[in-house]
């Protein structure tokens, strides 16, 4: 998330929630514990948008972790050898752009009221081998 942020300079709680494909009600809570922590900067902008953007201890703590996430790639590259880490990132970007796209999609769930569910249908047993099987089926 700080590295979004970081790479935008400065960006909407809207706008940084859709590129991480995050809700806005996730995103909010790690936000607001970020600000709590003084690692980002808040300002309203147009239309009332929350404005974010790094604090100077937030670049710090960025850079400050960037040798160990390095690391830690480099860890896995080893392991998983270099076809994989290929595969494993394209997969990745796949994986984000379906989201992203899944997220875009308008869709409303339609209320159903419990008269128009219907349980499934179940084969049931002639009634002499139901009563001995009845210890069997609730395994």
């Known amino acids: ?7 935008a300079g400065e960006i909407a709680h809207c706008d940084l929630a859709r590129q991480l494909v995050a809700s806005q009600e996730t995103l909010s ?3 607001a514990s970020a600000r709590a922590a003084g690692w980002l900067n808040m300002s309203v902008g147009s239309g009332s948008r ?6 100077l201890a937030g670049r ?9 996430w390095e690391r830690a ?7 998983l050898g270099e076809i994989d880490w290929h595969n494993l990132a394209a997969f990745a970007e796949k994986v984000t752009q379906a989201a992203q ?3 875009a999609t308008p869709m409303r769930n339609k209320r159903v009221s419990s008269a128009q569910i219907q349980a499934p249908k179940v084969n049931q047993l002639p ?12 395994l």
């Not at 790639?73 to 392991?79: K, S, W």
């Not at 009634?127 to 609730?138: D, E, G, H, R, V």
């Open 1 to 7: 998330m700080l590295d979004a942020i970081y790479r």
């Open 29 to 31: 809570r790690r936000l």
């Open 50 to 55: 929350r404005l974010y953007s790094l604090s």
């Open 60 to 68: 710090n703590l960025l850079e400050s972790a960037i040798p160990y």
């Open 73 to 79: 790639q480099e860890r896995m590259r080893q392991e």
């Open 101 to 103: 796209r899944a997220e």
């Open 127 to 138: 009634t002499s081998q139901a009563s001995s099987n009845s210890s069997q089926a609730l």
